[in-house]
């Protein structure tokens, strides 16, 4: 589906005038509510939108900007696109001033259409001089053309590609147990993957196989271990965690998965405990993106 079939030129302004962000927001639901009176009170949708760019603590830059949110006052998906001239910093956080702003609003109610316009989108419009395009145009039909010709699709499922963590850091299998042990006390992460110099992926290495680490085999064995209240467990391994590689303690057989996996399938095999990673890989198997069960919270359930 060509994402221009989604909008309706009715809400389209070529030439906003709002100076700050409540004024160029509180404009483009004005014209909401008058295209579509039965959406709720322009001032309660307004707080949902500044209260989901809290939450979700993203910066807009590429001179576009996408407000968008679930809210309770409001029983569809709507599209409102506005085009401000000169230009407008919306957070305080921005890189750029925004001139082309697509506000995104949807119910409740879950919609695969309205997560598949966002990715959508965010492709087209993080391409470097297409947001300066949009906002030459003139007119919602000239707007509504561009993106026609320009085949902006949204597609009919969400598969891996769509939720995935496109930005992560990774560690070679030469690095040191310590220097992973630093990424997992200062980072929100449970696993690391462990890829080549072209990022071929190679494995992961788990907090869970770092603690095993400390504790025997012949212990782990045992049903009572009160006796045992003398013995430290970690204490071989703080005293040789920067000579241990961390070839010696990776997971090479992680649950993979391609960029085009179906979103079902990620949340069964995650919900029946199989994995709790999936790592993304494509064709020449380099890895281009991980999935936990917070990248479904965030980016499916607070997208």
Do not use: W
């Amino acid at each position: 589906m060509n994402f221009s079939d989604l909008l309706n030129k009715e809400l389209i302004i070529c030439d906003l005038q709002g100076g700050d962000r409540e004024a160029v927001y509180t404009e483009m639901l004005t014209l909401l509510k008058k295209v579509k009176p039965q959406i709720g009170a322009v001032p309660g949708i307004l707080q949902d939108i500044i209260e989901h760019e809290k939450l979700v603590d993203m910066p807009y830059m590429a001179g576009f900007a996408m407000p968008h949110t679930r809210s309770a006052e409001v029983e569809d998906f709507y599209i409102v696109i506005g085009i401000h001239k000169q230009g407008i910093f919306l957070q305080e956080s921005d890189q750029e001033k925004s001139k082309l702003i697509i506000l995104c609003l949807i119910s409740k109610g879950t919609s695969n259409i309205y997560l598949l316009s966002l990715k959508a989108l965010y492709g087209y419009f993080s391409k470097k001089g297409i947001s300066e395009k949009a906002a030459l145009c003139t007119s919602p039909d000239e707007l509504i053309q561009l993106l026609a010709d320009d085949k902006v699709e949204v597609k009919h499922n969400i598969t891996a590609e769509d939720i995935m963590l496109s930005d992560f850091a990774t560690m070679g299998e030469s690095v040191m147990l310590g220097e992973a042990i630093n990424y997992f006390a200062t980072s929100n992460r449970t696993q690391i993957p462990v890829c080549d110099e072209q990022q071929k992926f190679i494995g992961s290495l788990s907090i869970e196989s770092i603690l095993k680490a400390g504790v025997p085999d012949y212990i782990m064995m045992m049903d009572n271990i009160a006796f045992l209240g003398e013995f430290e467990p970690f204490e071989h391994l703080l005293a040789t965690e920067d000579k241990m590689p961390l070839r010696d303690f990776i997971n090479r057989q992680p649950v993979t998965c391609n960029t085009h996996t179906p979103l079902l399938k990620i949340i069964v095999d995650l919900l029946k405990k199989k994995t709790s990673c999936f790592y993304v890989l494509d064709e020449q198997r380099r890895l281009v993106g991980i999935i936990s069960k917070r990248e479904l919270i965030t980016n499916l359930l607070r997208r």
